[in-house]
Structure formats: C-alpha cells, structure tokens
C-alpha cells in the first residue's frame, strides 16, 4: 500500500537534512533578474497556440493579525481599504495577462492564496471573480478545482455562501494548533468552535473538498497537546490535511522574532509529535501523500497516486500539473512551459509596475535541457515514490544510469540504508525512505552544493 511508512528514528537523525521542498526544479532559490517581460510574452504565447489548460493563483497579501510563525508574503493591517488600490492593480495584471492568452483556454484549477483572501469584503470578491470571468475562461459548471484559503477568524455563514456562489468548491484551512499556550505563544487565538463552524458551513454549502493546516514545531507544543489537537481535527473529518514543519528562520523572517526560543519544542520531541501525528492520522484511515501531506482514500490525490498520475507544482501536489499556472498578484509564481517567472514581491514595486502598464515580473528561469530531466525524476519520486529508467529513457533519449553515472554512490549507499531500492530498471522508495524522500530527490538536484543550506527548512 502507497501510505505505508516505517518510522527509523537513527534513518531520520542522519537523513534530515536541510533542502527545498521542490515545489519546483530548479526552486526558486535559481531565480534571477535576467528573466523579464519578454521571456514572459514569448511563454504566453506559446501556451496560447499550444491551448494548454490554465491553473490560476491569486495572491492577496493583506492579513488583519501577525501570526508570529508566519514566513508568507503579507501585509498586515487594520485598514481595510487599503485593499482597494491593490485590486485596481491587480486587475490590471489580470487584463494585461488575459489578452496574451486564448479566450477559449479553459482555467481548470483556481486558488486564492495569501495573506487573508476573505479579507476582502464581499464586494471585493465578487468584483475581483466578475473581473476574472470577464478575462479568463472560468468554468461555469462546477466541475473546476476553485479554492481558497480560510481564516475561521475572518469568516462566517454569509461569507461561505458567497464563495459558494461565486464558484469556489474546495476550501484549505489554516488552524496551526488549537491549545490555547501554543496559540498565546504565535498570537493566534482560534477556538475549535470557530473553525468547527466554518467546516459545517462548507458541508452545508456541498463544498467538495476541506482542507485543514496544521504546524508542529511551535512554541509550547508537546507531543501530548499537539496529540489532542490532532485528535480533535480528525473528528472534524477534513478531506486533506497538511502537517508542516515549523522552521524557525528569525533572521529571514522578522515575526518570528518575537517567538521565544526557548518555548521551541527539542529536536526529540518535534519527532515525537510527527511520529504520534502520523500514528494518529494512519489509524483514522488517512493515507500519507508524501511532504507533509495526508488525505482520505477516495480523495483525488489518494487516486492520482494510486494511479501514478499525481505531479507537484508550487500550489503543492496537484491533479493539475498539465496546467499552465498563471501567478497573480504581488510576489506570485507563474510556470508557463519551460519558463518560471515571479512577480516583484514589494507591494509598492508591483503597484508601480502595473501603474505603467508593465507586467510585474522581477525574476525568473527558464529551464534548460538537464533541468527539465532533472524536474521529471524528482516529480516521480517525490509524487510516487518511485522511478523507472525506461520513461525517461524514452522521454529524453539518454541512458539513465550512464547519465547520473556520478550519483549511483550516493544512491547505492541511501539502499544500502534501506531508504530505496535500487533495481536494475527503477528506483523504489521504500516505507523507511518515504518521510526522507527530499533527501533520495535531493541526490538529484545539481544547484543544491551552490546555496547555503540555511535557506531552507529541514526534512523533518
């Protein structure tokens, strides 16, 4: 069975390495300024006469409260109208964009990300979804993936409804922990009860799928609270859940600043808490996705693995991976074909940008031929936890083990540990590996030796 995992505390200690979450390959840590606007037209278009599908991401940085753990792109403030100007702009990006692409490509995956998407107030999320129906090929049937990011804090009935209606069907909660010490400690006061509305609220409304985040690693948590927290989040029954890592990076992430270090749970109870996690959620009948992630057995990426059709992009694993994902928004990602391209992620910069009718790119790649063999195996194991040579033999026309002839000692000696399995014709990952398998897809990455380490979060 795909979810099966074998807990090898001495494999874990040596293994757990800092590294990238590959999201994408190259990350985005290889980004740089020489990609700009043109790169960009010229990735549209070739996505507009290929009339690949589309995944839209739309980033709204504005949060009411500081989450002290928090390292997105956020804007926090009390002024509600400072979202107005943002979404004049953000319009902009939205035609500037739309008229490079086919009407006729249909948008098959949307997300509202931040920040706080709810935020806005009901007039702005209706404005901003008629905006984005007037330039892009929404679906009108319900049968997109259309999700955004909650705050039970900034949410109710009336708001659920209104996502509803303007076509949302998946809903990803963001929770942290529920005990109230560990909540104090992050300034992120959430009660059961809120959140416990908001999911009723979505079954109610017959949204699709529920997705709840949770965190280990944060101040105050032991492995016997964060138990009951998990506990209770499984009776909540969510369709998804995401367990993240805390990495505590004070010197990148200024918020963090204001978390007590010494209220860090040790390395040894951090891996008591996923362990008891993990215990948890298998016996509830979650299945392990793979980088932090579980969902139930009839969930559409329980079945894409299952059918080795799962791919990960920068919105996590996905179903939709064939897409073109268009980034909106002040610092969002696009991945149109061979080329990455990020938006400027300084609020000012991005609204200057768009004031004077220029796209808001600030950096990018484009991925040449190694990046793109590279990209294919990592997604592999990463997203199924195996890899045969043939496929890629086939899809670019080299000689596997002749290839990454340089590699096989490391890979030799990550089956002689029993992370994979090293056979004649594939790599397999196997249950002892598959917590680690950042680290077998690690192996891979030929930017890793260039970049501290630092900029990264640890496996585990």
């Known amino acids: 069975m795909l979810d099966a995992i074998r807990w090898d505390t001495d494999l874990i200690r040596r293994y757990d390495l800092a590294g990238p979450r590959y999201t994408s390959y190259p990350t985005a840590v290889q980004f740089n300024s020489q990609v700009g606007t043109f790169d960009l037209f010229h990735a549209l278009r070739d996505s507009r006469k290929a009339q690949r599908p589309l995944s839209l991401y739309v980033h709204v940085p504005f949060c009411a ?14 002024d509600r109208g400072r979202a107005q100007p943002y979404l004049q702009r953000l319009e902009q990006e939205i035609q500037l964009i739309a008229c490079h692409l086919d009407p006729t490509q249909k948008v098959e995956q949307l ?36 999700g955004i990011e909650i705050d039970p804090r900034e949410a109710d009935w009336s708001t659920m409804g209104l996502l509803r209606e303007l076509g949302f069907n998946r809903v990803s909660i963001g929770l942290q922990d529920l005990d109230p010490a560990v909540q104090r400690a992050v300034n992120r006061l959430q009660s059961l009860e809120e959140t416990r509305a908001v999911i009723d609220a979505a079954r109610t409304l017959q949204f699709r799928s529920i997705n709840i985040d949770l965190i280990y690693g944060l101040p105050r948590q ?5 138990a009951r927290t998990v506990e209770e989040v499984i009776n909540l029954q969510p369709d998804r859940l995401s367990v993240f890592n805390y990495a505590h990076l004070p010197e990148r992430f200024l918020p963090q600043r204001r978390i007590n270090s010494n209220e860090l749970p040790t390395p040894a109870q951090k891996l008591e808490i996923l362990q008891r996690t993990i215990e948890q959620l298998i016996s509830a009948g979650y299945r392990y996705i793979g980088m932090d992630h579980f969902a139930l057995p009839d969930d559409e990426l329980a079945i894409a693995q299952e059918e080795s059709t799962l791919q990960r992009n920068f919105q996590g694993y996905t179903t939709h991976g064939h897409c073109d994902l268009i980034g909106l928004g002040v610092s969002a990602i696009s991945q149109i074909g061979d080329l990455y391209c990020q938006n400027s992620s300084d609020l000012t910069e991005y609204q200057n940008l768009l004031a004077s009718m220029q796209p808001a ?48 000692p490391q890979l030799q000696d990550m089956a002689k540990d029993g992370l994979i399995e090293l056979d004649r014709d594939r790599i397999t990952v196997l249950p002892a590996g598959r917590l680690l398998v950042r680290s077998v897809c690690m192996v891979f990455d030929a930017y890793l030796e260039q970049h501290n380490r630092q900029r990264f979060s640890r496996v585990i």
Not at 369 to 391: G, H, M, P, T
């Open 111 to 146: 997300h509202f990300g931040g920040g706080t998407p709810t935020f806005l107030s009901h007039d702005e999320l209706r404005q901003l979804m008629a905006h984005l129906r007037k330039h892009f090929n929404l679906l009108d049937d319900d049968s997109g993936d259309y």
């Open 65 to 78: 409260n500081i989450c002290y753990y928090c390292a997105c792109n956020k804007v926090i403030t009390k």
């Open 361 to 408: 790119t600030s950096r990018g790649l484009l991925c040449n031929a190694d990046d793109r063999l590279r990209r294919a195996v990592i997604q592999q194991l990463i997203c199924n936890f195996s890899l045969e040579y043939a496929d890629i033999e086939q899809a670019f026309n080299i000689d596997f083990r002749g290839y990454f002839g340089d590699l096989w």
């Open 222 to 226: 032991t492995p016997e609270n964060f």
